[in-house]
Each structure stands twice: as C-alpha cells, then as structure tokens.
C-alpha cells in the first residue's frame, strides 16, 4: 500500500505567501538565490538558500548556514510569517501555467516505504548533496520542501479532489513572479481527510518524480532520529516526510539539455564527421534552429550553426535505460568524441532544463560553451517504465515544470 497521512502544517499567513514562496533550493546556486531574494525579507530562500544571509561565510555547508536557517524559520513564526495549522490536514495544490493545470496532494509519505522500495525511484543520488539536507532537515527539524511523486490516475481521487475544490474557497491563489499561479485548499474535513487516505492505501506504488536527495535525505533523518528514540511507536512525525503527490496525467517532462566547454581538440568539421562516423545522420538547419520533433533527433548548436542528428536505427539500444535519448548522446557522443566520462563531475559540460527554450543554449554558447546539444523529453511513462523496472535513468534526464513552490508549507519532524 501507499502511505498518505495528514499533517499539521507550518506555512505563511495567507497575506505573505505570495511573498514566501520561491524555487526550490537546488535549481539555482547561491548568486542566483541572492539576487531573487533582494529587497524581500520574507523569501523562502532564507530558509532553504540561508547561506545568502552570510555572506561573510564561504562555505555554503558550515554549521552555521543550517543555524541560520532555524533561525530564520523561528523569526518568521514570531513575527506572525509562518502560522501553525490547528490540526493535521492534506491539501490541495494546483498550479496553472500556459493554460497546463496539474493538481496535486500534499501530505506526508512513509520513510518505511521509501526503504522498502513501494515509493520508487528513477535516479541515483549523491551523497555530498543528500549530507546537506540531511544536516538542514534535522538542524531545522522540518522537512522545509517537499518531494514531487507521482501515482498512476486515480479516477476516485479526482473525484474528490474535484469536488471539494468546487465546494470550497481557496486558502492562497496567486501569481508568482515566473508567471505560474498557485492555489492552495486546505481539507480539515476528517472524514474527507480518511477517504483520501485510504484511496492511497489501495495503490502498491508511488513514483518520485522530483527530489531524490530530498527523499533519501528524510529517510535518513527518520532513521537517525529512531537511533535517538529506541522506544518510538512509528507514529511520530519523523516516521515521514512531506510530499505532493500527482496524478502522472497531469505531468509534463521537459528535456534536459546539455551545453559542452570543449570541443575537446577537434575543429567543427571534424566533430561533424565524428558524429556521422558514430551512427548519426547530420543536416544543417541554420542560423534558425528548432527543439527535436520526435524520439532519437537531437539538435545541436556549432559555432553559430543549427544541425539536426538523427540517430540511426542501428545504434539504437534495446535496452529500457540505453534507449534513453540522453544516454544515447552521452554513449556514443559525450564520451567517446568528446571526453566527458562522468556528466556528473565533468567540469566542461552543464545542463539546461528545456523549459528556457533554444535560445538560452544560442546564449550559453555565445558566453562559456562551444557547442550545445537539444534533446527530445523523456515522456512520464518512460520514468515510470524505468522505475517499475527498478533501474536508473541517466544523469540530468528529465525536467519537470512547473517546479513545486517552496515555503507555501513546512513539515515539523
């Protein structure tokens, strides 16, 4: 079964939310996190980004950043910021961008099933980044944001859903600065609360869509926090963690990009010739690219020219994981052509979320890149595909947007 429980939230008073709310912690590095949080003394990212409040501090993992965030978090609950709600509740949380609606279910997820597997993944993590949250969850003694999973449409859920969002006023819906609006309702109806609880309970499996640092890192916070309460009965907080939960309908993947620092000493004729010796049908498109129009294209930006590759069909793996588009780029151009062994750690690429379009790869390529490759997105029945086999996508695979707000609710552990 799958575990969804009520919690009692801490989240902003409704007149600051629109305020509080921000991008989660890892899609944005601590320039970046200082310049969206300037002149805005109630972001979220003081919170979750609290490193921007030291800049006297070079590390961004001391002992410190983490106290400050707890601080942060206190100061907002005195001043009124952030209320406690009176009782354990779900919520709703839809968000509306380009006309997409997805509409998802925060409450609060099982470590026990994270372990077990019944909430499944689709990528590896790494232990420096899950090290950080898991300091930052037990410092705060919250999970500040939530995991994004996904559960296969359920027809009663949406149902409900429906039917109290009709009959209920929202508790926040507002803009925010990207263009994505956000509304939240609340559910304190317990017997409402029980039935959706227990339409969870009937499904075998989550998916994690987004936050398997987030995931692993509550998961390890839960079991240290078991260490220190030999005596815990499963019913206390740290026994779970925060979550939305979607129905996989209503996801959208966007492609996750690639832009490379080095041609890794070969001229542009002489990369263009490796990659068609590699498996690849190449045709320049011009100075006017377009995204790739289906599975196994990619395009690809040099020295000021759009090209297109079609993979043929013979270095076409048959294999869940090595037909991935990426893998394909990363096996037979990104490694043998170009060098990069590890996409992970390899300094001479980076990675762009398709959602900002090819002209951010036209800008990185005119500011530190050399070339740049445009994949086509990985849909979500592939990712689901993938988990249910209990294997791992590549590196950097998959885009979802919109990304979930941050601070619009808090889970105390």
Known sequence: MAVLRAFRAVRPDKKYAANVISLPYDVMNRQEAARMAEGNPY????VCRSEIDLPEVEDVYAEIVYEKAKENI????????????????????RQITDGRVQTGIVGCVSIDEYGDGTIKEHEDTRIEKELDRIHHFDVCNANTEPVFLAYKQNLRVKTLTEGWISNHEPEYDFVDRFGVEHILWKIDHDETVWNLEELFRQMPELYIADGHHRSASAYKVGLKRRGRN??????????????????????????????????????????LRKIEEAGFTVKEIGEIGHEPEKEHIFTMYLGGIWYKLT?????????????????????RVLKPILGIEDPRSDKRIDFVGGIK?????????????????????????KLIEVADAGLRMPPKSTWFEPKLGSGLFMHEI
């Open 43 to 46: 972001s979220f990212l003081h």
């Open 74 to 93: 206190e100061g907002y609950l005195a001043k009124g910021v952030f209320i406690r709600d009176e009782k354990p509740m779900l919520y709703i949380y």
């Open 230 to 271: 030999r005596s815990y009965d499963g019913n206390e907080e740290f026994n779970y963690f925060m979550a939305v939960v979607f129905p996989d309908e209503d996801l959208k993947i966007f492609a996750y990009n690639r832009v490379v620092r080095s041609l890794n000493g070969y001229t542009p004729e002489e990369l």
């Open 311 to 331: 993979a043929k069909s013979e270095i076409i793996p048959d294999d869940i994981t090595a037909s991935i588009d990426v893998s394909i780029l990363q096996d």
């Open 357 to 381: 379009g090819l002209k951010e790869l036209e800008r990185r390529c005119k500011l530190d890149a050399k070339l740049a490759f445009a994949a086509y997105p990985v849909h979500i029945s």
